[in-house]
């Protein structure tokens, strides 16, 4: 393991669920993110060269700065301090997308949606509705798995004041394209958490060969749109894509999002056939 008040895990030095070997190539600029996730001959290769990714050079200075300089309340953790990988099931019926990971959530944690307030809803929803075998996700390693479920986010780095700007969200678009294609095959439903994370899909779902509707639709919580699935895939009747406010403190301590509102979106995708 590494040393405290490391800027990040080196990969394959024992963090649980590292996904990539000291051997994993890295991407240095946009360039090489396109070839490397292009070439990625399975998923488990693609979220591996996703984990150590170091296109975006503002994003790389940020997290790592967190990394070292930490949150009080997580003073004496080890933090991961590398991209997030994406995570769950290998062929899941449901894909959910988020922003990005939380500085001192996925970046510390190493695992999407993993030690924050927003993962703690999410969580919680999903075990609920029966899309998560635990109702917490406190750090890699912890037991937590997701049932038929897969997740990922438009940026795999923390951004500072969560705000990744075009050209990181552009940068980092084949990553989740080619992770969206990877499983295409037996996703049913795709859900969108936030306006952020629905505008961003949008790009990879059509590199990814989706048939996709214009104008586009308007993001809002429970907007549902029915996609034509990529063309080479046995499924042929639509995938469904499901808008859902993001699971933010903001949005669940003022009331616009409930327990009730959340569970609601999952059941639907859940029993989407």
Not at 174 to 199: D, K, M, N, T
Request: proline share 10%; hydrophobic share 40%; aromatic share 8%.
């Amino acid at each position: 393991m590494p040393t405290a008040n490391a800027p990040f895990v080196p990969p394959g030095s024992g963090w649980p669920e590292d996904p990539a070997s000291p051997d994993t190539p890295v991407a240095h600029g946009a360039g090489e993110v396109v070839e490397l996730a292009g070439s990625s001959p399975d998923l488990d290769e693609l979220c591996a060269r996703q984990s150590v990714c170091r296109a975006c050079e503002r994003l790389v200075e940020w997290r790592e700065q967190v990394a070292v300089r930490r949150r009080r309340a997580f003073a004496d953790e080890e933090y991961w301090g590398r991209p997030v990988a994406g995570w769950g099931d290998p062929e899941p019926h449901i894909m959910i997308v988020g922003l990005a990971p939380a500085a001192h959530g996925g970046n510390r944690t190493g695992r999407i949606f993993t030690g924050d307030r927003s993962g703690d809803w999410l969580f919680a929803s999903l075990h609920r509705v029966g899309l998560a075998a635990l109702p917490t996700s406190v750090r890699a390693g912890d037991g937590q798995r997701l049932i038929g479920a897969r997740m990922a986010a438009t940026v795999r780095c923390a951004p500072p004041d969560n705000k990744p700007t075009p050209l990181e969200r552009t940068t980092c678009l084949p990553w989740l394209a080619r992770e969206v294609a990877a499983v295409a095959a037996s996703v049913r439903c795709i859900v969108c958490l936030g306006g952020f994370a629905w505008q961003g899909v949008w790009p990879a779902l059509r590199q990814a060969g989706y048939g996709l509707p214009r104008p586009r639709p308007k993001f809002g919580h429970g907007a549902e749109v029915e996609l034509a699935p990529p063309s080479g895939h046995a499924r042929r009747d639509p995938v469904l894509l499901l808008g859902s406010y993001h699971p933010s403190q903001q949005n669940t301590f003022t009331g616009r999002v409930t327990e009730e509102m959340l569970d609601a979106v999952f059941v639907r995708a859940r029993d989407y056939e």
